[in-house]
């Protein structure tokens, strides 16, 4: 009997060191850092609400270079940039109101010369 929880506690006591190296090797040693990362490298979702956070900036300022400057962070095609974001929200439930703020900056963005001036 004694040799059975002799051996259970070394099990759990292997693991418990196990752990504790583990977390020592991954906050203290080598902890993962994220330095300088761009909008481009978001996941999809978190894409569509920088974008969303960006025409929602351009209905409070109207400054549309302001929003392509932003908006060129996520991609070079700001039009596009904002309709993927559009179908995103379309397809995973956005708000109403958060798809009209992202037409009013599509729109915005379509209706300016070829030229961005």
Do not use: C
């Not at 929602?56 to 904002?82: C, H």
């Not at 439930?93 to 010369?113: C, I, K, T």
């Amino acid at each position: 009997m004694a040799s059975r929880k002799a051996r259970w506690l070394a099990f759990f006591a292997a693991i418990a060191v196990g752990v504790g190296i583990g977390l020592y090797y991954g906050w203290v040693i080598s902890p993962v850092s994220y330095v300088d990362t761009a909008p481009n490298t978001l996941r999809d979702d978190y894409k569509a609400d920088f974008v969303l956070m960006v025409a929602e900036a351009y209905q409070s300022d109207g400054d549309l270079e302001s929003a392509k400057r932003e908006l060129a962070l996520v991609g070079n095609d700001a039009p596009a940039v904002v309709e993927e974001a559009i179908a995103f929200g379309a397809s995973h439930g956005y708000a109403s109101q958060d798809l009209f703020v992202l037409r009013e900056l599509l729109n915005a963005l379509q209706s300016q010369p070829v030229g961005g001036g």
